[in-house]
């Protein structure tokens, strides 16, 4: 930088310059747009009233309750979604508390609802819809117009969606609670691309449950609160878990008021784990072997629930118990390194507690090659001992937005998007466009599908042929796989929209990402809607500004782990700051741009009017009606009775007309809306003998299925190797492919999320990077004493290609090799190195960063202006001088690393779930 | 601090004014005419060397307009290293911030005229810099003298705590001769207010 720049003084104006200059303007204002605003009703009364407040409150408060209005809202911190009450003073939010009306959250929240202001009021937040002027990914853009914004992207999409190839127009979104008004606006277009982080997440884990009960529910919802035992294998609950909030008060009661025990299997040390009577150090992967171990031993002890399995289950025991009968104790100790007599006694104390006993799963168990099949197996503890649905056990309560009792939830009031809806995209069948497009080896592997899956196949994005299972009950989608998939060539792009997404950043080998965005023959044009400049919006062509979750309507439902459903809306606090706008607002004006029809869908003119539509039916409900209910912010039913045992409620008698039951397996079926559906299944009353119409569970059997015939389907369709157990109908345990003939340095290197993070979308939140703004290697000091390590070594971890049936797993490489400190810590599993992977990031501004700006330090005072201002201020530090954690200031800096390029993408078998930790490394000291 | 006359608050209103519109946003070709101006460009050149023939000599056609939209995206709207925010927030601590922020209801209680400004100007932050300095305009424009006083308490309040070092970070990020200028007008501007003609 030019050295004479900071000579300031050196040209000093006098009286006569400022006169001139003065003069100058004043003659020119009226022509040359150099004029200050003028302001109408300029009082100096009332702004001598409101200085003099604003001066006398200066010292006062951070909040003047007398003052600041409370509005409820939903907080968007995380995936809970908690109710909270959000305090608006002088037209900004000032602080956020729980709302005691929210039954799932009791009025509890965590440091993540403070994030909302972080990054609400966060200096460095993108305000403005900005437009590349450089090359993509150069950082070169300029500031443009709404108008111009709509205009350019909208443009695009209309050429797109006229070419007759809406399907290249791809949207990308990481986090969507609108509750399907982005699907309202993708299927208005016509394109199937709307395409989630679904993989990433959860849908290892989702596919269990969607196998033995017919959906996820939103995941399970187990009646913490009435539990007497818990069985957690790799779920944290208590710092990061979806629900975890809703679940952590209910534990802590369950464990002090009655007594309750749980017990952890983990590779590390987490605040759950610190919350269990029992935790037993878990080698990744081996979570499955200790569930059908378990299974064994309440089968010999006869501790199973035998009415229940025999009403409810799809398969008889005695085919089960055959089929798990190696899987022992001792063989899972092996495996898992859990002690044989441990599991065994832990089984017998499990099923001893029935029905108030649950499991608990998560990514630790399921995030794994045989992460699925393993969690199958965990998913028949729960049948085999019969708490399923019962107090104290693993309950299905759904949380969706509800259009009827399908599942047993009859009255709740329908609460559905407005209409006009769209239609939904149409299929890509041979003669359509898109399928003609698709690549020959696509349409081969398309014609080898079971004809139900190739009549709902949408393009290799949305519904890719060799994961038939991350679309066959509902649309997981691949996320990992899009960008390499863009990279073959297996779909072309016209538009590519992210929202609100991180995948440059934050997806596994995130490199592969940020390539395929800056090539342009790829993605001729990229547009991102987001609240910040992340890593992913840098990639992009413009960048529009969203509103925040303070800012903007969403409707809310979720899975209430007190059991009785209820809704609450997101509502804006205050108006969006700077030129941000809300995604309806977004939405509406693109779609009015591209018309075509797609402007009927979005025929409203106030946001508010259109959400007040969709709950008109809650509303209804309430004294007050949709005013009442915003004051409120949730609504629930606390009378109604508790989700327990929905699969024994009865089907109603105006559902059974027009319905057939199928003499065989007593299944019930019915035509809705041109289609055959089943909706209960006729079971034995205990009461009376009599054969009766119930619910039972949303499968095809309407039972639970133990046996799922749509596993092999899924192989064969998918063309894996004949016998592969990935396609086993019953629950199937297996090594994961390397795990077996580790070498004896071989480390195996998996993530974790912070308590007070989400993912890496949290790093800008001041708040909650002042907490935590490290990921050390944390690595048991046993392993640390054996390489020679001590905590502050650096260390290189050289990443290995994973093998199997996943991407690139046949080939022998390195996947990268990256630096990063050790910290030694007790009950971390000896084989494990463990990093949470939020952190390091290049973009998302200072905070983010975890760095300094070359803010230049104060001097002393040279004139009278700068020992005024210095009095004044009573301030030596801009706002990136307040990262107190930056190297320049002391502190660890970006002690985090960026670590998501060298895990390797790992899509499971037929499900597409990131296998998150599988990763085998190797450690060596640097330093 | 000396007693202004009305001829001096109407002048100071004007240079505020100039600034407001310097930072507020991107220059259109009708702003770059205007600093064109011999009187106005001379004093820049006095506060920057070559300031004056970076605005005369260029060609303001619409890639030379671009490319200084994109040098004021770079400084005050990306969160890039380099760059820096031009609102009071970034500089302030979030108490100050929040003290700042019942100023700023005054700042929106007042009914902007919207035929003069750009219609953007209203939804901007209020802790932007060109809505304080334009603010501070108002003020000074108006008749009241009890008006005009508040224009100094304003810039107390709102300004000082925070601009020396936003102007330190600005003359040591940029190259550009306007942004320097400005920059350094804003400081002299500001040391006018605190002692008056030496």
């Known amino acids: 930088m030019n050295q004479n720049n900071n000579k300031q003084n050196e040209s000093k104006l006098n009286r006569r310059d400022f006169l001139k200059l003065g003069g100058a303007l004043t003659i020119g204002i009226t022509t040359v747009g150099l004029a200050a605003p003028l302001f109408k009703q300029l009082s100096g009364e009332q702004i001598q009233l409101d200085l003099d407040e604003f001066i006398s409150t200066r010292k006062k408060d951070f909040v003047d309750y007398t003052r600041a209005k409370a509005i409820p809202t939903i907080c968007f911190g995380c995936t809970n979604h908690c109710g909270v009450i959000g305090w608006v003073q002088d037209g900004k939010v000032r602080r956020i508390e729980g709302n005691p009306l929210d039954p799932n959250s009791e009025g509890n929240t965590c440091s993540k609802t403070h994030g909302m202001i972080s990054y609400t009021y966060y200096p460095e937040r993108l305000l403005y819809p900005i437009k590349r002027v450089g090359k993509r990914g150069e950082g070169k853009w300029r500031r443009i117009s709404w108008q111009e914004a709509t205009q350019e992207v909208g443009d695009r999409l209309k050429t797109c969606r006229e070419s007759g190839h809406p399907e290249r127009f791809i949207f990308h979104y990481g986090r969507d609670k609108t509750k399907g008004f982005t699907k309202r606006f993708t299927n208005a277009f016509g394109t199937p691309n709307r395409l989630n982080r679904r993989a990433i997440c959860s849908s290892n884990r989702r596919v269990p449950l969607m196998s033995f009960y017919g959906r996820d529910f939103e995941w399970e919802t187990q009646d913490m609160e009435n539990t007497k035992y818990i069985l957690n294998f790799g779920a944290n609950p208590m710092e990061a878990y979806q629900g975890g909030l809703f679940m952590m008060h209910r534990i802590q009661k369950a464990r002090v008021d009655n007594g309750a025990k749980m017990v952890s299997f983990e590779v590390r040390p987490t605040a759950t784990v610190n919350c269990s009577e029992e935790y037993f150090k878990v080698m990744p992967g081996s979570d499955g072997a200790i569930g059908f171990a378990m299974a064994n031993v309440i089968i010999d002890e006869g501790l199973v629930d035998e009415a229940f399995w025999k009403r409810w289950a799809n398969i008889p025991l005695a085919e089960i118990k055959e089929h798990i009968k190696d899987w022992t104790p001792e063989h899972a100790e092996k495996l898992s390194g859990v002690p044989a007599k441990d599991i065994t006694r832990i089984a017998i104390e499990f099923a001893k507690a029935a029905p108030h006993c649950t499991t608990m799963t998560a990514r630790g168990s399921a995030k794994h090659y045989n992460g699925t099949q393993g969690d199958r197996g965990l998913r028949m503890l729960d049948v085999l001992v019969g708490n399923v649905g019962r107090e104290g056990g693993l309950c299905l309560s759904s949380g969706r937005m509800w259009g009827g009792g399908k599942y047993g939830q009859e009255g709740l009031p329908s609460v559905s998007q407005p209409k006009p809806k769209p239609p939904k995209p149409k299929a890509f069948l041979p003669g359509t466009a898109a399928y003609e497009e698709l690549p020959a080896d696509i349409k081969e592997k398309v014609s080898r599908m079971d004809p139900k899956w190739q009549k709902k196949y949408f393009g290799e994005l949305a519904t890719p042929a060799e994961y038939p299972l991350a679309w066959h009950w509902y649309g997981m989608k691949v996320g990992q796989l899009v960008q390499p998939y863009i990279r073959e060539g297996r779909a072309k792009v016209d538009v590519y929209m992210s929202f609100a997404y991180g995948a440059a950043y934050g997806y596994p080998e995130a490199k592969v990402c940020r390539e395929v965005l800056l090539d342009e023959k790829l993605v001729p044009f990229h547009v991102a809607i987001d609240i910040d400049y992340s890593e992913h919006a840098a990639l992009a062509d413009i960048i529009l500004p969203e509103a925040t979750s303070l800012e903007r309507w969403d409707p809310h439902s979720t899975n209430n782990y007190g059991l009785i459903p209820y809704t609450g809306i997101r509502q804006p606090l205050v108006k969006p700051l700077g030129e941000a706008r809300e995604l309806q607002v977004i939405f509406r004006d693109l779609a009015r741009h591209i018309g075509g029809g797609m402007e009927q869908y979005f025929d409203y003119e106030n946001v508010e009017d259109f959400y007040k539509e969709w709950y008109k039916n809650v509303s209804a409900q309430i004294p007050g009606g949709w005013e009442e209910f915003k004051r409120r912010g949730i609504w629930q039913d606390a009378n109604r009775e508790k989700d327990y045992e929905l699969y024994e409620r009865p089907v109603p008698d105006n559902e059974l007309v027009d319905s057939t039951v199928d003499p065989e397996t007593k299944v019930i079926t019915k035509v809705i809306k041109g289609k055959k559906r089943t909706i209960g299944i006729m079971m034995t009353d205990a009461a009376t003998g009599e054969m009766k119409p119930v619910r039972g569970f949303p499968t095809p059997s309407r039972k639970i299925q133990v046996h799922d015939p749509i596993f092999p389907l899924a192989a064969k369709s998918a063309g894996l190797p004949e016998g592969d157990p990935n396609g086993n109908a019953l629950p199937t345990l297996f090594s994961i492919p390397g795990f077996d003939d580790l070498k004896e340095d071989d480390m195996i290197l998996t993530t974790f999320k912070w308590n007070v993070h989400t993912q890496g979308r949290s790093s800008q939140w001041k708040f909650n990077s002042e907490i935590v703004h490290t990921n050390q290697l944390f690595i048991n000091p046993k392993t640390a004493a054996r390489m020679g390590l001590k905590t502050g070594d650096e260390v290189e971890v050289t990443v290995q290609r994973p093998k199997g049936l996943t991407y690139r797993g046949s080939i022998d490489e390195v996947v990268g090799v990256v630096k990063n400190k050790v910290r030694l810590l007790n009950g971390v599993h000896e084989r494990v190195v463990c990093f949470a992977h939020a952190g390091g990031h290049w973009e998302h501004g200072a905070v983010a960063r975890a760095e300094n700006k070359e803010s230049l330090p104060i001097k002393e005072p040279q004139n009278a202006l700068e020992k005024s201002a210095l009095e004044k201020s009573g301030l030596e530090k801009d706002f990136s001088n307040e990262i107190w954690w930056s190297k320049d200031q002391g502190g660890t800096g970006n002690g985090a690393t960026a670590m998501n390029d060298v895990l390797p993408i790992n899509p499971s078998p037929l499900v597409g779930g990131q296998n998150w930790f599988d990763n085998i490394c190797q450690i060596r000291k640097i330093s | ?198």
Request: proline share 2%.
């Open chain 2, 1 to 198: 601090m000396m007693t202004m006359s009305t001829e001096t608050y109407s002048q100071k209103a004007a240079i505020y004014a100039l600034l407001g519109r310097i930072f507020i946003s991107e220059l259109d070709r009708q702003s770059l005419e205007a600093l064109q101006e011999q009187q106005i460009s001379s004093i820049f050149e006095k506060l920057q060397s070559g300031s004056q023939k970076y605005l005369q000599d260029t060609r303001w056609d619409n890639d030379q307009i671009e490319q200084l939209a994109s040098d004021y995206c770079h400084l005050f709207i990306l969160p890039k290293k380099s760059g820096m925010s031009l609102r009071a927030s970034h500089w302030m601590t979030s108490e100050e911030s929040a003290n700042l922020a019942q100023l700023e209801t005054i700042i929106r209680g007042l009914d902007l005229d919207s035929s003069v400004i750009d219609a953007s100007f209203s939804k901007l932050p209020e802790d932007h810099l060109g809505v304080l300095l334009y603010f501070v305009s108002s003020v000074y424009q108006s008749d009241d003298k009890e008006i005009q006083k508040l224009g100094t308490s304003l810039i107390q309040l709102s300004l000082l705590p925070w601009i020396l070092r936003f102007n330190d970070k600005l003359l040591s990020s940029t190259t550009n001769p306007l942004y320097l200028a400005s920059g350094k007008l804003l400081l002299e501007v500001l040391d006018f207010e605190e002692v008056g003609e030496e």
